[in-house]
């Protein structure tokens, strides 16, 4: 078979690895032929067609980013867009099928292209998370890591000048990274979108802190709600899916913070940083599982399924499983961080 790879939505470090293990294990054990779409959706609909032997992905694993390149074109719009043209563009380059890497963005129009008829395999990729049927998406364990270190830098600032510092960490809809790197790095207070709580209780904990003598180390992931708004903060407009932009949350807790204790308060966005640099091992392990499966779901006809982790393994789940609802922070997750706050 001919296959062809993409990488969409937001970059992460992992996607090489997983570019690496399918053409690896898909050119040695089953004898296919892949090609790679530069810049994700955009070269599917416009035909930007690269060769991938062997020798293209030798030694990527430990590489962040994509050789691929990316982008968060809609493969539904545009005059080269929908399944119809994409099938034309299938047939003219003699592809048989399609393994798309990339997040929910990236798997909701992967479905809708399995359901026009279009074969296609998934793999998941997001720091973020939050897509359900897989424990883990390679990319987090990096994004923890990075936020991680950040959160420790800061803290030592933070005791230096006796100020509060605040984070502010990615995420979207789901509070997975500010959870985990707040954990780490033994934050006073996390504040996530599954949760929503007062700039007043967030003082309270502010003050706790300072009052132990301790400068005050505050999280928050970029889609938090705080108490009494319905919307997380979005002033960036849209993507090319439709969804709001995100930022901006932690300058506004920072100055809520700052009026209602007096304590100087600086708040930092660690944005993109999240997404670069080397992958971890856990992630480069996973994505290389990752790749594999979906290889051989290729091969075995599996089409409409993505590679995901259980427990150990990893198994074929249906598109519709995976995105069906958001992975969010269990209540008890949150309250096993929430008894170290103050």
């Not at 070269?43 to 062997?54: F, Q, R, T």
């Not at 399995?114 to 994004?143: C, E, Q, W």
């Not at 995901?308 to 008890?332: D, M, Q, R, Y």
């Amino acid at each position: 078979m001919k296959i062809g790879i993409l990488t969409s939505g937001g970059d992460c470090p992992g996607l090489n690895a997983v570019i690496r293990s399918v053409v690896f294990k898909g050119t040695r054990i089953y004898g296919h032929e892949f090609v790679g779409f530069k810049d994700g959706w955009r070269g599917v609909v416009e035909g930007d067609i690269v060769d991938l032997p062997l020798v293209a992905v030798r030694g990527i694993a430990k590489q962040g980013g994509t050789i691929l390149g990316t982008s968060r074109t809609n493969p539904f719009e545009g005059p080269k867009g929908g399944p119809e043209n994409i099938k034309a563009m299938m047939a003219e380059h003699g592809i048989d099928a399609l393994i798309a890497i990339g997040g929910e963005g990236t798997l909701a129009a992967a479905q809708r292209l399995h359901n026009a008829g279009i074969r296609m395999v998934g793999v998941p990729k997001t720091i973020d998370n939050d897509l359900d049927s897989t424990d883990y998406t390679f990319g987090f364990d990096t994004a923890v890591q990075i936020a991680t270190d950040a959160l420790d830098r800061l803290r030592t600032t933070g005791d230096s000048h006796n100020r509060c510092m605040v984070a502010e960490v990615m995420g979207r809809h789901v509070g997975w990274i500010a959870l985990h790197s707040g954990m780490a790095a033994g934050a006073h207070a996390i504040l996530i979108p599954e949760r929503k709580v007062s700039f007043e209780q967030i003082a309270e904990w502010v003050r706790d802190t300072q009052d132990r003598g301790r400068a005050p180390l505050v999280v928050v992931a970029e889609g938090f709600v705080p108490e009494g708004e319905e919307s997380p903060h979005s002033h960036r407009g849209l993507d090319a899916f439709g969804r709001p932009r995100l930022g901006g949350i932690g300058d506004i807790v920072a100055a809520e913070i700052q009026e209602r204790t007096g304590l100087e308060t600086r708040a930092t966005v660690l944005g993109h940083i999240q997404r670069g640099g080397t992958p971890t091992g856990f992630d480069r392990v996973l994505a290389t599982r990752f790749g594999i499966a979906a290889v051989d779901m290729v091969t075995n006809g599996q089409w409409g399924h993505m590679a995901a982790l259980k427990g150990t393994s990893i198994e074929p789940v249906e598109f519709a499983n995976a995105l069906g609802n958001l992975k969010t922070v269990p209540t008890e997750r949150y309250d096993e961080a929430a008894i170290l706050f103050g």
